[in-house]
């Protein structure tokens, strides 16, 4: 009587053939060779497609300002802050500490819709920065895009969708802005970069004046007005109260507020002190074109 084998014994996997995982290179070869018109065709393309959108992107100009921030000594003023800051405080009066600076609030502000509000209306900027087709390098002019702003007639022709109109808003022109400009500080040496891109060199230079002479002249006005109003209202706590010794006090914020006025009056670089000023850019900081056109093909070939 032969001898009856139970099925899956160990000796059964031995017996069984082991599947070829492995990637054979001379058939992958031979599969591309194969394909290579179809390969070289799809590549072709792309680098087709990839060169035209590289050179259909206009160029892009950076123009860029090294400012340092100019800060408030303020003389004897962290003595009067530390003696007088309670009482300064219920008064509504803020109280410069020595050595400090309003560097974040500049930025900040310089970042807000209020001041670009401001910033564009007043530089009529509008057209240049919502508008723009190309510059022209051989007259330095700004080619506007008809379909959307007629220079000439100095209107707004471009179809846009409700809630937008055909003049951009606030808003729409607020985050138009927040792209092309660029504000930075270097953290050891405080030094603050403002930098604007902008298919015209000279718009992008223009406008990074301007806007350090603007946030200057912004954080002074508002420095004033606020000084101003703490004089007046020092004024009067004097006249309501007969303590000496409150309205020693008040004489010294008095003083203070005073002094805050006359620097900012004097100081034309109140907040901002330039170092480097912004120059027209004679070369393009993008698009990378030669870049583009080679992750283009690359990226052609791998669909190939």
């Keep these: 009587m032969s001898e009856q084998r139970l099925p899956n014994q160990p000796g059964d996997f031995q017996m069984q053939p082991y599947a070829d995982d492995e990637i054979d290179l001379k058939e992958l070869f031979g599969v591309l060779w194969a394909g290579k018109l179809q390969i070289i065709g799809v590549t072709a393309i792309a680098a087709i497609i990839a060169v035209a959108v590289a050179l259909y992107m206009p160029n892009i100009y950076r123009s860029e300002a090294l400012v340092s921030p100019v800060s408030a000594s303020g003389g004897g003023m962290g003595g009067l802050a530390s003696k007088f800051g309670g009482l300064a405080s219920l008064a509504g009066i803020s109280l410069p500490s020595g050595g400090s600076d309003k560097t974040g609030l500049g930025i900040e502000v310089m970042k807000s819709r209020q001041f670009l509000q401001d910033f564009i209306a007043k530089r009529q900027i509008l057209p240049d920065l919502m508008a723009v087709e190309k510059w022209n390098a051989s007259s330095g002019e700004v080619v506007y895009d008809e379909e959307v702003y007629l220079a000439a007639n100095q209107q707004w022709v471009r179809e846009a969708k409700p809630p937008r109109t055909s003049t951009p808003s606030v808003q729409e022109a607020h985050e138009a ?115 583009i056109a080679v992750l283009g093909t690359m990226l052609g070939g791998m669909l190939g």
């Design 177 to 291: 802005f927040l792209k092309v400009l660029s504000v930075s500080q270097d953290k050891e040496s405080g030094f603050v970069t403002i930098a604007i891109e902008h298919e015209s060199p000279v718009v992008a230079q223009q406008w990074v004046t301007w806007l350090v002479e603007d946030i200057n002249e912004t954080i002074r006005k508002q420095d004033v007005e606020q000084a101003e109003r703490s004089i007046a209202y020092l004024k009067e706590q004097i006249s309501s109260t007969s303590l000496a010794d409150l309205q020693a006090g008040f004489f010294e914020m008095i003083q203070s507020q005073t002094e805050t006025i006359m620097l900012a009056k004097a100081s034309p670089e109140y907040l901002f002190k330039t170092l480097d000023p912004a120059v027209v850019p004679e070369l393009k900081a993008k698009p990378k074109r030669a870049l």
